[in-house]
């Protein structure tokens, strides 16, 4: 699927665009009519399951800097799924570039007809029709004893503090391409104790209940097993934290991080930068666990994604993205 052409906008919206069109014509010093922006787009893949990344290629000439611009995906009944900032990458030796955006489909999203919007500067400039794809998830029931009862349910600052120190980092959109993909899986075993997007069950030692999605894959592997990084990136956090554990996040892309919780050991330190493989510690329990397992889980703007999406496919396709958008 390739949009192609000019903006496709309503009566409404093409007021305000010239509008924006005269600003921005008076800022930059040129002349532009809204018919004359001419935007190109491409989207892989284009029927996305629930859980899965989309990334979206994007050329248009005379509108500027790529940080202004945003995809939102919204589903059929107009409600926001999720939303991500566009980041440059280069395509040629030239210095030829695309304004890209990767985009995570929920795991909660309803197969079906939804859209993408491209807004610039909050206004919606252009929209791609895609169709989520069906699928299904498994489901668990955790027994937790009581020690993991408390992890979980007990207020604490401490644990607050760092739930906000979290949410900063991934919530995070920077500018640094550190790798385009695929990634690897970060341990070799294949024994997993829970999947993405498994509807949980936790059911806590007084006998009360709560409903949970799993954000990520469980490896269960013996304590001590090396852990290595999914693919190159900034170690953008890596310490201990109450219920995840010891544990290591990897800034990849623009608003794009791996996760790594309940490490036995952590053995890099923050702000290094690691190569695709490098061992990043040993797994083990630590945190909020039942047992020794690796807990490996990809943000992409701030919504869990199916790692096995990235480890299927590049996320960056520069090749695929320019020929569709061609
Ligand atoms: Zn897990």
Known sequence: M?????????????????GLMLVLGQCFGVTMLYAKVPVK????PENPRPGEPVTLGMTVETLGDEALFQAVLTNAQGQRLSKASFFNLTVDK??????????????????????????HEGRSIVKIDLTIANRSFGSEEIPLDQANTDLRTL????????????????????????????FTAPVTSTRRTS??????????????????????????????????A?????????????????????????????????????????????????????????????GPHLHWEIRVAGENTDPDAFVSRPILDKDALLGKIN
């Open 2 to 18: 390739v949009y192609s052409g000019m903006v496709m906008i309503t009566k409404g919206t093409i007021r305000k665009f010239v």
């Open 94 to 119: 030239e210095g030829a570039s695309l304004k890209v955006a990767i985009l995570a489909v929920p795991s909660t999203a309803r197969p079906g007809s939804a859209s993408i919007q491209v807004e």
């Open 41 to 44: 787009l491409a989207l892989i």
């Open 230 to 290: 999914c693919a190159a990136g900034k170690v953008v956090l890596a310490r201990s934290r109450i219920v995840t554990g010891n544990s290591v996040i990897i800034e990849h892309l623009p608003g794009i991080y791996s996760l790594y919780y309940h490490l036995d050991h952590i053995t890099v330190p923050e702000g290094v930068m690691v190569s695709g493989g490098t061992v990043l510690g040993q797994s083990g329990a630590t945190g909020l666990a039942t």
């Open 195 to 228: 999947f993405f997007g498994d509807r949980r069950i936790f059911m806590y030692a007084d006998g009360s209940r709560a409903a949970s999605i799993h954000a990520g894959i469980d490896y269960g592997v013996p304590r001590g097993t090396e852990v290595r």
């Open 155 to 182: 207020q604490d600052p401490q644990k607050t503090a760092e739930a906000v120190v979290l949410w900063g980092i991934l919530s995070r959109t920077g500018t640094a391409v550190y790798t385009s993909g695929p």
